[in-house]
């Protein structure tokens, strides 16, 4: 099996180091699946609005078929072997964003089988150790073996320099790149921390209908007195009433 990523390297700026895609293959990966374990959460929480082109039965179906399916081209075709793969990993994660996107509308007040509670739990465990532990791991990894951000002798900033290079002050502190290492990971965490929070939040909140605003501005009388509202119970009691009353 080839590397799926293309060996592209970027050169960062402030010599901080060389970013080759297939050296930091494993924090790419881990960040693309972070990234699609959230966009599922965020589509459960929407209400389900696509039509499905098929029954359930074929939808499931689907998935073993698109995995063998792609696994069998890619053998046959060796020279779009990794296109191929490719591709059938976005047709794989498409069909299940539109198997998710219309799936049967459920009533709120109808509570969780003890399966989806299971699968639910799976799910977060999954979606906590890749923000949690494997994205931050993988990138401390990659900044110390391949961008050599533990090198203690490399600084960002140096005590007695001017500050950038031109006006007249000297920096009065070093910062060198292991730290600069450590704000990076420590921003990662403060980031799906924050994000952690709201994603909770918004699930709690996702049955909540917010309550219809009435903007519309109050009607005046001829002397320009704003008229009061009539109270919803006086309208339809006034609607039922027979005509004669």
Known sequence: MPNLLPNWTLTLPWDLGDFNTREAGRLIWAIVLLVIG?????????????????????????????????????????????????????????HMFLMIGSRNARD???????AECFAGAVGVFALMALGYAIVPHEFLTFANANLEWG????????????????LPV???????????????????????????????VMWQNRHK?????????????????????AAPEAVGAATASPEGA
Do not use: C
């Open 38 to 94: 959230i966009a599922i959460v965020f589509a459960l929480m929407k209400p389900p609005k696509l039509k499905r082109p098929f029954s359930t039965k074929v939808g499931v179906a689907l998935f073993p078929a698109i995995i063998v399916g792609t696994l069998l081209l890619a053998k046959l075709t060796s020279p779009l072997q990794r296109t191929i793969i490719l591709l059938g990993f976005v047709v794989l994660v498409a």
């Open 151 to 166: 090198d203690t002798s490399k600084f960002v900033i140096q005590s007695g320099h001017q500050v950038f290079g031109f």
């Open 108 to 114: 709120s007040e109808e509570p969780a089988t003890w």
């Open 209 to 229: 209908v917010a309550a219809a605003v009435d903007d519309a501005p109050p009607k005046r009388s001829r002397f320009g007195r704003p008229l009061r509202k």
């Open 170 to 200: 000297d920096w009065p502190f070093s910062f060198d790149y292991p730290a600069l290492r450590d704000v990076a990971v420590t921003l990662i965490y403060v980031v799906l921390l924050g994000l952690n929070l709201k994603v909770w």
